[in-house]
């Protein structure tokens, strides 16, 4: 899929903004404060229906404006142009695509897929457990709208399980342990198919990144990642019934897809210990052009990969090997600089926006 064109209006730092994507690479530069990480978080409403970064979408509306407007020309992988415009009057927001509204999450969420990494990305390594599985999630979700409706279902029944433990404390009588054992079931059936595609997914990007990683030369050995599930236990049900009183007594739910977890090690080690933040970066690199073959494969869309401040920590022998993989591949890619120096053998094909206000 290929983004030809990206028109917004009244936008974040955005008054009016209209750019022509007519290259497969592009490089959108400017001045700190020029509004290029703005232009990324438009995109994140034109695949998936919310912006990468900011916290609501009234956050999205421009300062002294009671709207935003932005619009994308798309061409899909048939050779055909989709028109998707998203539109807040301060309200309401409405999506249309080739001017019907979309309606559900789940069709906005796998209609055109992008990836993005940017400073925020570090997270994966750094942050807590939901950090990783909202990404499996959302990459899953790309490939099948039904994983979303599935964790969507799996969350109603854990946020009404939770509800109940919390109100019945650490009562046993037959009302309450009857109730419990529906929601366990749901809560187990549901989990189990959540867990099926995630595992399958971590053990194909497996394959890929051994490929992937390699291209940017990463100079430690024993570099792993693996998907801790408490389906991997030994007698999941029995282990899923023993927490129940401990579940009563704490008021939440402690087993269950919602604790599982992606663990990343070099040597043996957490990366986020034994790692540089350079050797960081370079790892979520190679994840993200691991998970973009890894979605095109089976999804068979070609997902957009969006880079912002992508040259930042990376030294200038690996930041020509970035430049170098993204020559390699057939997507297209979009990145922010605050420069219009970008590696010099690839320049004659990459366009280039500035948005540097004129003085």
């Known amino acids: 899929m290929f983004l030809k064109e990206l028109h917004l209006k009244h936008f974040k730092s955005h008054a009016s903004l209209d750019v022509d994507f007519t290259k497969r690479i592009s490089l959108i530069c400017g001045v700190n404060g020029s509004g290029k990480t703005n232009v990324l978080d438009a995109l994140g409403l034109i695949g998936r229906g919310k912006p990468f970064f900011a916290e609501s979408d009234l956050r999205c509306i421009q300062d002294g404006a009671n709207f935003f407007r932005v619009e994308g020309m798309v061409d899909d992988n048939e050779g055909l142009l989709k028109n998707i415009l998203v539109f807040h009057d301060g309200s309401k927001k409405q999506i249309q695509l080739d001017r019907e509204e979309v309606m559900s999450r789940s069709s906005m969420a796998s209609w055109f897929p992008m990836l993005m990494h940017s400073p925020y990305s570090f997270r994966l390594i750094t942050g807590g457990s939901e950090e990783r599985r909202r990404w499996m999630d959302r990459i899953l979700s790309m490939i099948d709208p039904s994983y979303l409706s599935h964790r969507l279902n799996y969350q109603k029944v854990?946020?009404?399980?939770?509800?109940?433990?919390k109100k019945n404390g650490m009562t046993s009588h037959q009302p309450v342990t009857e109730l419990l054992d529906v929601y366990d079931e749901q809560l187990?059936?549901?989990?189990k198919s959540l867990f099926d595609q995630r595992w399958l997914f971590v053990q194909g990007l497996k394959e890929i990144f051994d490929q992937t990683v390699d291209q940017f030369e990463f100079a430690g050995r024993n570099l792993q990642f693996d998907y801790l599930s408490v389906y991997h236990r030994d007698d999941p049900k029995t282990q899923q019934r023993k927490a129940r009183s401990n579940d009563l007594r704490l008021g939440r739910s402690t087993w269950g897809v919602h604790r599982d977890d992606l663990q990343f090690t070099l040597k043996e080690s957490k990366l986020r210990w034994e790692a540089s933040q350079g050797q960081q970066k370079v790892f979520l690199l190679a994840m993200l052009f691991a998970a973009a073959q890894y979605v095109e494969s089976r999804s068979g869309k070609t997902p957009l990969l969006l880079f912002d401040d992508v040259f930042d920590r990376l030294d200038e022998h690996r930041q020509n090997l970035f430049a170098q993989s993204i020559d390699n591949i057939e997507n297209q890619v979009l990145l922010t600089h605050t420069s219009k120096n970008y590696?010099?053998?690839?320049c004659d094909r990459i366009g280039i926006f500035d948005l540097t206000p004129l003085t």
């Not at 854990?158 to 433990?165: D, G, S």
């Not at 187990?188 to 989990?191: K, P, S, V, Y």
């Open 188 to 191: 187990f059936d549901l989990g």
């Open 343 to 346: 590696p010099a053998s690839f």
């Open 158 to 165: 854990l946020n009404q399980r939770t509800e109940f433990v």
